[in-house]
């Protein structure tokens, strides 16, 4: 099975950077996602990580090492609009549908 | 290109009652699926399809619960006899299958059971 940890809540600044990190425990790892989600509303995709390293697509990066078993998911020149909570999930192995979800880190941006 | 849909999008029953639940994923996509989300967790996978094929089942998922994609396009989701404790936000994906593994959600059916 898996075992997915993600920081509760983070809190910090407009214009600032945040950086959550994600760790999992796995007997097999197919790949890492980032999702956007605001509240009521449904997941969006951010990024996948398959292969060590970082991935960067505008303000937000995600990194991935698999020997460590951890991903971070780096969000720049915050905006308000980034009020959300960021869900870290898995595809496991022994699944080629399944992703398996951390319960997410609720980031709150202030003024 | 329209996203997934999902409808209702918000569902009260009693408990005890059968809801259905439909989704239509993006055009082309042969993969769907189906899962639960609850306050302040993540999504919890329920089970997937590629095109008309069940090919998993979560274990946690009762017998209360059932799945189709008769046509390998739009699926159901049918939950029987209701429970309290089955209130939650339900969410379906879809992709585009093997290489695409990237998973698109609708913006979920939330049911209440009283």
């Known amino acids: 099975g898996q075992n997915i940890d993600q920081p509760t809540e983070m809190t910090a600044t407009e214009g600032a950077i945040v950086q959550i990190n994600c760790t999992y425990q796995?007997?097999?790892?197919?790949?890492l996602f980032w999702y956007q989600q605001h509240a009521g509303e449904a997941p969006t995709f951010l990024s996948y990580?398959?292969?060590?390293g970082l991935e960067e697509k505008g303000r937000f990066s995600s990194f991935l090492s698999r020997s460590k078993g951890y991903s971070y998911l780096l969000l720049k020149e915050l905006q308000m609009k980034d009020s959300a909570s960021y869900l870290c999930?898995?595809?496991?192995?022994?699944?080629?549908?399944?992703?398996?979800f951390g319960a997410g880190t609720q980031v709150v941006v202030t003024p | 290109d329209t996203g997934v849909s999902q409808n209702p999008r918000h569902k009260i029953t009693k408990r005890g009652q059968n809801v259905t639940f439909r989704c239509d994923p993006i055009?082309?996509?042969?993969?769907l699926y189906w899962y639960r989300q609850t306050l302040g967790q993540g999504p919890e996978f329920l089970t997937y399809?590629?095109?008309?094929?069940?090919?998993?089942k979560s274990r946690l998922l009762s017998d209360r619960f059932s799945a189709e994609r008769p046509k390998g396009s739009f699926s159901t989701l049918e939950i029987q006899r209701t429970e309290q404790g089955d209130s939650a936000m339900y969410l379906c994906?879809?992709?585009?299958?093997?290489?695409?593994?990237?998973?698109?959600f609708g913006p979920g059916t939330r049911l209440l059971v009283l």
């Open positions: 990580n398959v292969l060590d």
């Open positions: 994906a879809s992709s585009a299958g093997p290489g695409f593994e990237t998973q698109y």
């Open positions: 796995t007997s097999g790892f197919n790949g």
């Open positions: 055009s082309e996509h042969n993969r």
């Open positions: 999930a898995v595809r496991p192995t022994d699944s080629w549908g399944k992703l398996q």
């Open positions: 399809f590629q095109n008309e094929a069940q090919l998993e």
